[in-house]
């Protein structure tokens, strides 16, 4: 069946099948937070994007080969309220950016630096430091050798703009200063974006926008 990365709360998830790599993308309440489950085709590693909420739904999503790592994009609770019982059920490594590890109450075997790579299996994920929603917000890219690249922003990108600053000018321009440097500048317009919240987009399908979101501010 096409991915079209379109999930709710309490619904089915999506795959969406790459070459090397299947990745798992599921709703949990009740902010309406995306989850994604990352498995290597080639060893059947799997690896966790944001244990957002609702333990039942990511443990099933997860299945019985468990997970050997939970990467949070970012300190916000809503991205972390299941981390500690998915931990608990799997012994999964934890992974967070190194600015932001700090507020998430769960410890962090593994700080990330901008430039890291993370692995599951034989997948490697690039990890990009974006400042500005969060001081320590990271984005994982999966520069598949098969296809296009594929961004998980977490709460940095979304259809429609860059993630929340809270009317701080200072943590806007150094947001979307990071997110056109390192996401942009550097990525085609096929690659797929996978973002915290809500429906997936392209870079393509943004990037015509860049110079309204700096107007507007926001």
């Known amino acids: 069946?096409?991915?079209?990365?379109?999930?709710k709360v309490g619904g089915a998830a999506d795959v969406h099948e790459l070459t090397a790599?299947?990745?798992?993308?599921?709703?949990v309440g009740p902010m309406n937070n995306n989850a994604y489950l990352l498995r290597c085709r080639e060893s059947g590693a799997q690896m966790l994007i944001d244990a957002?909420?609702?333990?039942p739904t990511?443990?099933?999503?997860?299945?019985?080969?468990?997970?050997?790592?939970?990467?949070t994009t970012h300190r916000h609770g809503d991205h972390w309220q299941s981390l500690q019982a998915v931990v608990d059920a799997t012994g999964?490594?934890?992974y967070a950016g190194r600015y932001d590890a700090g507020g998430i109450p769960v410890a962090t075997d593994v700080p990330v630096e901008d430039?890291?790579?993370?692995?599951?299996?034989?997948?490697?994920?690039?990890?990009?430091?974006?400042?500005?929603?969060?001081?320590?917000?990271?984005?994982?890219?999966?520069?598949?050798?098969?296809?296009?690249?594929?961004v998980f922003t977490g709460d940095c990108l979304f259809p429609g703009g860059v993630g929340n600053t809270h009317g701080d000018p200072?943590?806007?321009?150094?947001?979307?200063?990071?997110?056109?440097t390192k996401l942009f500048d550097r990525?085609?317009?096929?690659?797929?974006?996978?973002?915290?919240?809500?429906?997936?987009?392209t870079l393509g399908a943004e990037r015509p926008h860049l110079s309204e979101w700096r107007a507007r501010g926001w």
């Open 1 to 7: 069946m096409t991915y079209s990365g379109v999930v």
């Open 21 to 27: 790599l299947m990745i798992s993308k599921v709703a």
């Open 52 to 55: 957002a909420n609702d333990t």
């Open 58 to 71: 990511l443990l099933q999503l997860i299945g019985p080969d468990s997970i050997a790592s939970v990467v």
């Open 92 to 94: 999964a490594r934890t």
């Open 115 to 150: 430039g890291d790579t993370i692995r599951v299996g034989q997948v490697a994920l690039t990890a990009r430091r974006l400042i500005g929603h969060t001081p320590g917000s990271i984005a994982l890219i999966y520069d598949d050798p098969h296809g296009h690249p594929h």
């Open 170 to 180: 200072e943590a806007f321009a150094s947001l979307l200063g990071d997110v056109r």
């Open 187 to 201: 990525l085609s317009d096929e690659s797929w974006v996978y973002p915290g919240h809500g429906h997936d987009t």
